[in-house]
C-alpha cells in the first residue's frame, strides 16, 4: 500500500506509487515463481481508495485535493519477509522514487460505497457524481 495525495491524471507522487507498487508485485510474483515454492500467479490488478477531508472538494473538477490509498493485493502465501526481500531487491536495482514508502499490510474494509469506473481519469466525472447520490441515499 502507498498513501497520497493528488489527481491521478497529473501528480507525480501518483506516478511514482504505481510504478513502487507494481515494481514490488513483480519482485514477489518472479521471487516466488523462481525459489523453493515455485508458485506462478498473477499480479492482482491495482485497485485504490479515494476520499477528501471535505467531501465537498471530493469532485472530478478538484482532483488535486484528493487522497488516496493505492494498494495491490498480494497472495496469502507472501509474507512480511518476502516483501523485505522484494524492498531490498527492487532497491538495489531500480530503485523507484516512492518505494520507501510501500508497506505490506492487511486491509479490512468497513462501511463503503464502491463504483467502477471504466475508461480514462478524466470522464469519471459521472460515475463519482453517481456514487455521491448513492451516499446521500
Not at 515494481?23 to 498473477?42: C, I, P, Q
Not at 523485505?84 to 532497491?91: I, P, Q, S, Y
Request: charged share 25%; glycine share 6%.
Amino acid at each position: 500500500m502507498i498513501d497520497g495525495v493528488g489527481d491521478p491524471n497529473t501528480s507525480p507522487e501518483y506516478k511514482a506509487a504505481v510504478e513502487a507498487l507494481f515494481t514490488v508485485s513483480y519482485t514477489l510474483k518472479f521471487m516466488v515463481k523462481r525459489g523453493t515454492v515455485a508458485v506462478d500467479f498473477g499480479v492482482m490488478p491495482l485497485e485504490g481508495l479515494w476520499w477528501a477531508d471535505d467531501m465537498t472538494a471530493f469532485s472530478a473538477a478538484d482532483k488535486a485535493r484528493w487522497k488516496w490509498t493505492m494498494m495491490i493485493l498480494q497472495p496469502e502465501l507472501i509474507s512480511a519477509t518476502m516483501v523485505e526481500a522484494a524492498l531490498g531487491d527492487v532497491k538495489r536495482k531500480k530503485n523507484p522514487a516512492a518505494l520507501e514508502r510501500v508497506r505490506f499490510e492487511s486491509f479490512t474494509e468497513g462501511r463503503y460505497a464502491q463504483i467502477m469506473h471504466l475508461g480514462a481519469f478524466s470522464e469519471e466525472g459521472p460515475t463519482v457524481d453517481r456514487v455521491h447520490q448513492f451516499i446521500k441515499t
